[in-house]
Nanobody, 123 residues
Framework: QVQLMESGGDFVQTGGSLRLSCAAS????????IHWYRQAPGKQREWVGK???????NYTDSVKGRFTISRDNTKYTWYLQMNSLSPEDTAVYYC?????????????????WGQGTQVTVSS
């Protein structure tokens, strides 16, 4: 099993920056990718971006050029660097570990969520 713990959420003004952390523990070898999601009040959870095991990253269009996912392999920690923040970025941010696996030819999807960290951007 993998456990995830996010941190770094805070209150920031428009144009500011924050770096969120997602620390993994447990069966970290099983992590195929780390995804970041966010959920604003009254809205559905939204996918923000991901980093694969090989280090490739993808982002949703609204954060491209502003958000960057990185990792520290020695600490089993992934980061979401967020720049040029606006009130539209206000949300609870979650990291999600994709730990799906194959057993023979059958794929078993599996994932783990962190508890979330609040980001509030004031106008």
């Amino acid at each position: 099993q993998v456990q995830l713990m996010e941190s770094g959420g805070d209150f920031v003004q428009t144009g500011g920056s924050l770096r969120l952390s997602c620390a993994a523990s447990g069966s970290t070898f099983s992590i195929n990718a780390i995804h970041w999601y966010r959920q604003a009040p009254g809205k559905q959870r939204e996918w923000v971006g991901k980093m694969s095991r090989g280090g490739m990253t993808n982002y949703t269009d609204s954060v491209k050029g502003r958000f960057t996912i990185s990792r520290d392999n020695t600490k089993y920690t992934w980061y979401l660097q967020m720049n040029s923040l606006s009130p539209e970025d206000t949300a609870v941010y979650y990291c999600n570990a994709d730990t799906g696996y194959y057993a023979g030819s059958y794929y078993y999807p599996k994932d783990t969520w962190g508890q979330g960290t609040q980001v509030t951007v004031s106008s």
